[in-house]
């Protein structure tokens, strides 16, 4: 059981809008913990989308974007392409547990 | 460029210890700290640890307190996991990350090491 909530699975169809949802509570998000979002393609190791709750590194494109409110934060995905299939994974700071925490990943199957 | 190079694939028997190393490059490695992530077959990632690569300082995941060490040498960029007393539970990939501090995002990844513990 990971201490971040995302749902297992999300689909979508070439060209379609997806989000992704990742649930905390008030010792890392709720706490103010900035949230980060990472993509795993098969066989690799993951890579950072959103760092800072919104922010994109260089070379990641304006189709992913991250907001955050309250105990939760979002990833979004517009004009989705074959190449988006893989696991995301958000990540935060829990101050009762003192350490990060992740979310258990959600698979993003585009149709 | 920003590189993480991870020592290869180990296979070891239950109740021995494993040392992952994480050779860095391409920055100051004693300006950003070196977390530990590790993944078994098929889940998430796990968080292990950090360490400050500026003065050793280390912030362990409870879960893993008491079998963890995490060292870092500034003379050869190189940042090591050492993991004692394994069990099949312990059959992951091994990844180490870059992290400016603890709670903060990890923005060069190594390419993992494969661990399988198994008698």
């Known amino acids: 059981q990971s201490v971040l909530t995302q749902p297992p699975s999300v689909s979508g169809a070439p060209g379609q809008r997806i989000s992704i949802s990742c649930t905390g509570n008030s010792s890392n998000i709720g706490a103010g913990y900035a949230v980060h979002w990472y993509q795993q393609l098969p066989g690799t190791a993951p890579k950072v989308l959103i760092h800072g709750n919104t922010n994109r590194p260089s070379g990641v494109p304006e189709r992913f974007s991250g907001s955050k409110s309250g105990t939760s934060a979002s990833l979004a995905i517009t004009g989705l392409q074959a190449e988006d299939e893989a696991d995301y994974y958000c990540q935060s700071y829990d101050s009762s547990l003192s350490g990060v925490v992740f979310g258990g990943g959600t698979k993003l199957t585009v149709l | ?119």
């Open chain 2, 1 to 119: 460029q920003v590189q993480l190079v991870q020592s290869g694939v180990d296979v070891k028997k239950p109740g021995a210890s494993v040392k992952v190393s994480c050779k860095a490059s391409g920055y100051v490695f004693s300006s950003f700290g070196i977390t530990w992530v590790r993944q078994a077959p098929g889940q998430g990632l796990e968080w292990m640890g950090w360490i400050s690569a500026h003065n050793g300082n280390t912030n362990y995941a409870q879960k893993l307190q008491g079998r963890v060490t995490m060292t870092a040498d500034t003379y050869t960029s190189t940042a090591y996991m050492e993991l004692r007393s394994l069990t099949s539970d312990d059959t992951a990939i091994y990844y180490c990350a870059r992290a400016l501090v603890v709670a903060d995002w990890f923005d060069a990844w190594g390419q993992g090491t494969p661990v399988t513990v198994s008698s």
